[in-house]
Each structure stands twice: as structure tokens, then as C-alpha cells.
């Protein structure tokens, strides 16, 4: 019988008693009548005693039945910011999981062993050979791939146990992960400059080796651009001789100079070449000058912002022709450098010239 039911057995009995004493005295019971009541308050608890242990019997309880149980063993471990090699030196995970494990059965001569240790040294040599052969560029791609990589079970070198890993986390150090994004932007500058030179040199190829080739090059070329107007080209005639002489930097044909005199209003010498004056030199300036009417005459006036860009890709063609002198005299007529007078009205007012 254990205690519980014994002291309830004790407080039934009293709390009979004193029903029964109360009674008695409310009844007027005779003198006779409370011995008895106290042999049977005194029998009974007894009886039932004795019944109950009859019973149940003896049960001896164990000195190991009387210990504390044993604590549940762990069979998972977090693991914190664990720095993993990548593919390129100086750049690395940082990777966080939760390890889990289970023990192998092993004979009772074992050695003691710390199975957290050994399941969280498994799972970083798993995660390692796959991190040490990915780009860090991509580390949420590489940590899913850890999450299926690591997501079984597998035994460790030992044979003690087997472990996996989850709610795995792979990072990149922030200031790391700052140096990339800064790399990535410079390489995306860097394709976009490429283009752009490969679309100015292009159009100069296209400038110098196909329309400016020569004069018949240039007309076929205004021809197609003025919708085949055959009269508007051919009063453009003088232009273009003069415009493809500056692009090649040569005389213009002697063929085509009474065009030339005839636009600036001089008389056309007679046609007799012993009569005809020699030409005049062609520099810098004359090539300038003969820019400046050509652009003139197709509508770029100035202060049109379109007379100094076409102007410059001329020069720039000028200039891969290693005549230098001529492609810097256009480059300054058309595009003069800012006087030092607005230099110092800019640095003024604080605000940068265009």
C-alpha cells in the first residue's frame, strides 16, 4: 500500500469518528454504546490495513528505480560562422548550420568519444570540398547546393556515426561581398566603353574608307541622302571636292577647282592648262575653312550642337591618318577650349563647365 492511500485511509476513519460522535450526541445515545463506537473506529482502519496489504504484497523497490533517470543525449549542435576557402584566394564563406548525428552501435570496450565534434568536423570537410571549387560570386547559389550536399545522412571518417546538416546559411564577409559589387560594375563600365569605341571607330572606318574615300564616293553618298535629288547634288559639287580633300588631306582635283571658283564667285579660268594658276597650298586652314562651308551648307550653322560632333569624328579620321596638325586645327576651330576668363567665372558661380 503506498503512503497516499494510507493517509487517506487515516483521514476517512477520523472524519467517520467525529460524524458518528455527533450523532450519538445529537440521538442521546446510551453509555454503553461508545466504547463499541471507539473498538470499531479502531478495528476497522486495521482490517482495511490488513486487507490492502494481503492484497498488493511486498514489493521491494530497487536501489537503481530510485535514482534520477538519465538525461536524453543531444543529437544536434549549432554551428556558427565557420569560415569556408572559396575558389579565389583572400575570399571567403562564412557558413552556419545546425548538425545533426546519430550514434553507430558500438562494442562496450569503445573509447569515450565527443560525437558533436566528430559530426560537426564531418560536415565542415563535406562542405569544404565543394565551397573550395565554387566562385564566390554566386554564394546563395553555392548554399543551396550545400543544402542537398548536406541534407542525408552519411558516416564520418571514424565510423562512429553518421551526420547531416540543416538550415544551413552561406555568406560572403561584407566587405567582400562590397569589393565584388564594385568589380561587377567596373566590368559592365568596361564592355560598355568597348562597344562604344567599336561604334567610333566603325563610323570612321566607314567615314574615311567608303564616303570620304573621294569626291565620287562623297557624291554618290549626298546623292542617296538628298532622295536621289540629282540637281541639289550637283550644286553641292564644290562641297564635297572640298570636304573629301579635308578628310584625306590632299589638293583638291584640278578637274574640280573651277567648282571651287565658281562658288566664291571668281571668274572660271579659261581651258587651257598652261593658263591656269597653280593651285594653292592645302593646310590646316584651307582644310578648316572647307569643313566649315560643307557643314554650312547641309544646314549645320553654328551654335547647331551637331556642327562640333561631326566635326570631331572627322578629325579623329584625320588623325589616324597621322596628319596630326591638320586634325587639331579643325578640332580647335570647331571646338575651342573654354577661355581662362570662364575658367574662373565657373570655379566662381561653384558650378562645372559642361
Known sequence: ????????????????????????????????AWPLLAVLLLVVPAAVFRVASMRCGTVPVAFEEQLTAAPVERTEHRVNQVVLPSKWPDYDFVF???????LVDAPASAPVLNPAGLAVDAILKRARII??????????????????ALSRMAPESTGHLQAMAENIRLVLVRQDQERLDKLADVRKDEEVWAHQRKYEQSRRRYLGEDVLKDTGSAVVWWLTKNDEHVEHTVNDLALLAQLTSAANDTD?????????????????????????PPSAPQGPETA?????????????????????????????????????ETAEA???????????????EASTSGSPLA
Open 1 to 32: 500500500m503506498t503512503t497516499a492511500r494510507k493517509t487517506t485511509i487515516v483521514f476517512l476513519t477520523v472524519l467517520s469518528g467525529l460524524l458518528l460522535s455527533i450523532v450519538g450526541l445529537t440521538q442521546r445515545w446510551p453509555t454503553w
Open 96 to 102: 552556419s548550420a545546425t548538425v545533426r548525428w546519430y
Open 131 to 148: 565551397t573550395e571549387q565554387r566562385e564566390p560570386v554566386r554564394s546563395s547559389l553555392v548554399e543551396q547546393e550545400l543544402s542537398g
Open 252 to 276: 583638291i582635283p584640278e578637274r574640280l577647282q573651277h567648282l571651287i571658283a565658281q562658288q566664291a564667285g571668281e571668274p572660271t579660268a579659261p581651258d587651257f592648262p598652261e593658263a591656269q
Open 288 to 324: 578648316t575653312m572647307r569643313l566649315s562651308d560643307f557643314l554650312d551648307s547641309i544646314g549645320f550653322t553654328d551654335g547647331d550642337v551637331r556642327r562640333p560632333m561631326l566635326a570631331a569624328q572627322i578629325a579623329g579620321l584625320i588623325k589616324e591618318q597621322n596628319r596630326h
Open 330 to 344: 579643325i578640332q580647335h576651330h570647331f571646338d575651342p577650349p573654354a577661355s581662362p576668363a570662364l575658367d574662373d
